[in-house]
């Protein structure tokens, strides 16, 4: 064979080449249609059944010299590519996407604007048990400049025995103190009927990890104007994190700001096991700030200073700990909260390291 029988030969594949890539392309426009179709009527995606029908469809038509085997699997990435494609679509579709809004949503909270580069630090006892005890966390966190108290006055616990909050009357104590020492209150809701009642004592809304999935819950809190701080389920992907999002912003609000508490594994070090490269990729994937919440991701004092240097190296928006004035006697997750001492020296070390928006 002459070298221009060769060129003509590999001339005749190159066009090919472009012939299977524009009908490719062109498969991959009509997958487009067929995804959005399947959506408006609820349908999933994935079609095991339509697949398998098509791989015997080519199957049939195979007349070589490619084995059946060969071109099957070939058909099967073209396939699962146009069923990303799909997903694709969807991921642009959502309100919290960054492809739907590429600048960062600032969220802000009396005047600490998260989400605007600089971190925070959000601190407070796990539960709200006393006002003694909530003032005297709030007097360490103002003295150290802090303005976010967060407190538990609805604690859902994984025991129906276990110290389940004082309820209204903790989130009178806290609106007090917030009073008194001019800070913003972030407190956790667990029941839809609540939330009216809480837009008079709370500044931030937090859904807990376990209903974060609390789809009545989301909805309640969507359609309010009250900043809400989401927090990662116990087992949550992060594609259900971020559509828990979506069921809040969906509904009209979008002051939402994301929290990573660490998810449940077969490690037993830790109380749970903190997913530290969530942050990069949420701040990717949507446009909403997102939180460190060391204390339970750990659940042990003497991790929450080297995880906190973790998560604001990484670039998180700020971190959330939990300080007791006397965690002995804590009536909740005593092993893992700080005490005033303690604290001061895991802030002192820490503000340095934090980025602060000039």
Request: aromatic share 6%; proline share 4%; glycine share 6%.
């Amino acid at each position: 064979m002459s070298n221009a029988e060769l060129e003509a030969l590999r001339k005749r594949v190159d066009e090919i080449n472009l012939q299977i890539l524009k009908l490719i392309n062109e498969r991959g426009k009509l997958v487009q249609e067929i995804g959005k179709a399947k959506e408006v009527q609820g349908v999933h995606r994935y079609d095991p059944v339509r697949e398998r029908k098509m791989l015997d469809m080519i199957k049939e038509h195979n007349d070589g010299p490619f084995e059946d085997s060969t071109l099957q699997h070939i058909f099967k990435e073209i396939f699962k590519a146009a069923l990303e494609l799909q997903e694709d679509d969807h991921r642009k579709a959502l309100l919290v996407s960054r492809k739907k809004k590429p600048e960062d949503t600032i969220v802000d909270i009396k005047g600490e604007k998260i989400g605007d580069g600089s971190q925070y630090f959000i601190v407070g006892p796990c539960a709200v048990e006393s006002y003694e005890q909530v003032a005297a966390v709030a007097e360490a966190a103002k003295k150290q400049g802090l303005k976010l108290l967060r407190g538990g006055a609805f604690k859902p616990r994984t025991s129906p025995y276990d110290f389940q909050g004082l309820g209204l009357e903790g989130l009178k104590i806290l609106k007090q103190v917030a009073d008194e020492y001019d800070m913003a209150v972030i407190s956790e809701i667990v029941n839809p009927a609540d939330i009216e009642i809480a837009l008079d004592y709370i500044d931030v809304i937090q859904i807990g990890a376990r209903n974060m999935q609390n789809f009545e819950l989301l909805k309640a809190a969507g359609s309010v104007q009250k900043p809400v701080l989401l927090k990662r389920g116990l087992a949550a992907t992060l594609s259900e994190f971020m559509n828990a999002a979506e069921y809040i912003i969906s509904r009209g609000n979008d002051q939402i700001i994301l929290c990573e508490r660490g998810i449940r594994t077969y490690e037993r070090a830790t109380r749970n096991t903190l997913d530290i490269s969530a942050v990069p990729i949420l701040k990717q994937e949507t446009h909403l700030p997102v939180l460190v919440d060391v204390t339970h991701s750990t659940g042990r004092r003497d991790l929450l200073l080297p995880t906190a240097k973790a998560a604001l190296a990484i670039g998180a928006d700020g971190i959330m700990a939990e300080v007791h004035p006397d965690p002995a006697v804590a009536l909740s997750d005593s092993a893992q909260q700080m005490d005033i001492e303690q604290f001061n020296k895991f802030i002192t070390e820490l503000k340095p390291l934090a980025k602060v928006n000039a």
